[in-house]
């Protein structure tokens, strides 16, 4: 599907970011982990969360969709998963691949196969296998590293694992894992990154504990959890907060943004370009893992933006805002650079690529790095097409980059942000219209 971002006047009004898309997938899956009913209030209604909520069902899993948005779970319990029939389809969503492995491998006796769309089929998966083999799990990928994959349930044994990449899906695949192995399990990540899964986990009663950058959780033999709330998703806040920046005298406030310090990386570079965004955003929280997760008003208000460095230790805390400090690069004044991102190049699509490319095409003074990205600020863009890739967070950075752009932008493949955000066109149009 094309559609046509025409430039926009101003931003005006006021929206509610839609629900957190790591948030509502861990909150699935703890539930399914639990043999009694779980609310999972404001849980997204998206593809990627759905695709969750299926792959529970074939799991054994009851799972009630309800109209207000809460979802109630009815799980099989920590070591009760049953064997699906046929492969799980995870379809397009990469934290579902990695993170439900790390549950399956502690169910002894059992045998399951992943599987998803062509994208999915392009992205690694042997981050997890690796970890999850030296467990005790038996993994057989496809060409050893991609999808489709089935996985043999063992009792697992607890392992230390240093993690190789800064990544909250491998993180938070051990940490599952080690729920049902056979003593406490350690991981040790070489950068912060989103912790949903270690708060969730000591709201479930779990044992966790953080001690600078190593997580330790002790095996159980249930988890305690009732009901948990989804704060609104920060990235997808993060469309709405670029656009207000860039678009002239633009003032917006989105509300329900979930400000955990480890998902606010963007909004801490934005502001460091001068962009205005005032809300009550969390303090890095220290070895004392929260149960809760923070929710803030954000104003954004269009200022002058200058270009920054973004170097290896922050990209984590930033990584699925990255295209839009990109997008914003091309609106400030001088050289915006990122390091120490190639992880961009195994997302939803290669987004360095996608990315630079995409920006190119409208306009834009961009090369790309092997590790990133340069972007020379030109003032703006004159607009043009761009090609999503089937990757969503491209097709909203495109449809962004079409309101604050001379001449507009055409977005191909559209379609794709009813991933993570189906109502993004409806929510800019709001903003929009005057
Ligand atoms: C996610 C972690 C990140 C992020 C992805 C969601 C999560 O991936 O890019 O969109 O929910 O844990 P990596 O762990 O591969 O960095």
């Known amino acids: 599907m094309n559609t046509r971002f025409e430039p926009s006047g101003r931003l005006r009004g006021e929206i509610t970011a839609p629900p957190d898309k790591s948030v509502s997938h861990r909150a699935a899956l703890l539930a399914a982990m639990h043999d009694q009913p779980v609310r999972v209030t404001n849980y997204l209604r998206a593809a990627?969360?759905?695709?969750?909520?299926?792959?529970?069902?074939?799991?054994?899993?009851?799972?009630e969709v309800?109209?207000?948005?809460?979802v109630v779970v009815r799980g099989s319990g920590l070591r009760e998963a049953r064997e699906a029939?046929?492969?799980?389809?995870?379809?397009?969503?990469?934290?579902?691949?990695?993170?439900?492995?790390?549950?399956?491998?502690?169910?002894?006796?059992?045998?399951?196969?992943?599987?998803g769309d062509a994208s999915i089929r392009r992205r690694p998966v042997d981050r997890v296998v690796e970890p999850l083999e030296r467990m005790g799990a038996r993994i057989e990928a496809t060409d050893g590293r991609y999808p489709p994959f089935t996985v043999h349930g063992v009792r697992l044994r607890s392992i230390a694992y240093d993690l190789p990449v800064a990544s909250?899906?491998?993180?938070?695949?051990?940490?599952?894992?080690?729920?049902?192995?056979?003593?406490?399990?350690?991981?040790?990540?070489?950068?912060?990154?989103?912790?949903?899964?270690?708060?969730?986990?000591?709201?479930?009663?779990?044992?966790?504990?953080?001690?600078?950058?190593?997580?330790?959780?002790?095996n159980c033999d249930e988890l305690e959890l009732e009901s948990v709330r989804v704060p609104g998703d920060a990235s997808s806040a993060a469309f709405m907060v670029a656009a207000a920046a860039i678009v002239p005298r633009s003032k917006i406030v989105v509300r329900d943004v979930g400000v955990n310090w480890t998902r606010t990386g963007f909004l801490r570079i934005a502001a460091r370009m001068g962009a205005v965004v005032v809300g009550e955003l969390e303090e890095p929280v220290g070895d004392d893992i929260p149960t809760a997760e923070p929710v803030s008003e954000l104003d954004v208000r269009t200022a002058p933006l200058a270009g920054t460095v973004v170097e290896a230790d922050e990209v984590p805390l930033a990584i699925d805002e990255l295209p839009l400090v990109a997008l914003l690069g091309c609106f400030a004044e001088g050289e915006t650079v990122v390091r120490g991102a190639a992880e961009l190049r195994v997302k939803e699509s290669d987004r360095i690529a996608g990315v630079v490319e995409g920006l190119r095409g409208l306009g834009a003074s961009i090369e790309?790095?092997?590790?990133?990205?340069?972007?020379?600020g030109t003032g703006g863009l004159r607009g043009g097409t761009l090609d999503a890739?089937?990757?969503?967070?491209?097709?909203?950075?495109?449809?962004?980059?079409?309101?604050?752009?001379?001449?507009?932008?055409?977005?191909?493949?559209?379609?794709?942000?009813?991933?993570?955000?189906?109502?993004?066109?409806?929510?800019?149009?709001r903003l929009v219209a005057r």
């Open 48 to 63: 990627d969360t759905t695709s969750t909520l299926d792959a529970l069902r074939a799991l054994g899993a009851l799972v």
């Open 66 to 70: 309800h109209e207000e948005g809460d």
């Open 85 to 115: 029939d046929g492969s799980i389809d995870v379809g397009n969503a990469g934290t579902l691949m990695r993170l439900l492995p790390g549950w399956l491998a502690s169910q002894a006796g059992r045998t399951y196969t992943l599987d």
């Open 168 to 218: 909250a899906q491998v993180k938070s695949c051990v940490l599952l894992a080690g729920l049902a192995a056979d003593g406490v399990t350690t991981v040790t990540e070489p950068a912060p990154s989103r912790d949903h899964t270690e708060r969730l986990l000591r709201a479930a009663a779990v044992s966790v504990h953080r001690d600078g950058r190593q997580v330790t959780v002790t």
């Open 368 to 376: 790309a790095t092997d590790d990133g990205f340069a972007v020379t």
């Open 389 to 429: 890739r089937g990757d969503h967070r491209l097709a909203m950075a495109g449809a962004i980059a079409g309101l604050a752009s001379r001449e507009g932008v055409e977005v191909v493949g559209m379609e794709a942000a009813a991933v993570s955000y189906p109502r993004f066109t409806e929510d800019l149009s």
